[in-house]
């Protein structure tokens, strides 16, 4: 079965960097366009970054764009997410999804993926 696994969150002060990978096993990786979504307490699940198949289409929410970077090894199977200048906003838990797609493009709308991670929890501290 498909399986998702996040990992690199934590704990870590304002202005500072972390670097999330999510690693895919029981699908084709190359074939599905990828997302970065995460959730606060207390708030809706909303859309971060997502990635084409062949990596050359990006989408970010305005929040993250130009402090985040997505980005994609598909010889690893394994997508990251490179979280610079994190602010106390930015905590959350971050999930991976992955979605069929041969299109060259990706989808910012959760409604789109089919598989998902566990999550993995990011805490940015004042």
């Known amino acids: 079965q498909v399986q998702l696994v996040e990992s690199g969150g934590g704990l870590v002060q304002a202005g500072g960097s972390l670097r999330l990978s999510c690693t895919a096993s029981?699908?084709?990786?190359?074939?599905?366009?990828m997302g970065w979504f995460r959730q606060a307490p207390g708030k809706e699940r909303e859309g971060v970054s997502c990635l084409s198949r062949r990596g050359d289409k990006t989408w970010y929410a305005d929040s993250v764009e130009g402090r985040f970077t997505i980005s994609r090894d598909n010889a690893k199977n394994t997508l990251y997410l490179q979280m610079n200048s994190l602010e106390v906003d930015d905590t959350a838990v971050y999930y991976c999804a992955a979605t069929p797609n041969l299109g060259p493009w990706c989808y910012s709308s959760q409604y789109e993926y089919d598989h998902w991670g566990q999550g993995t929890q990011v805490t940015v501290s004042p």
């Open positions: 029981g699908l084709t990786f190359e074939t599905h366009t």
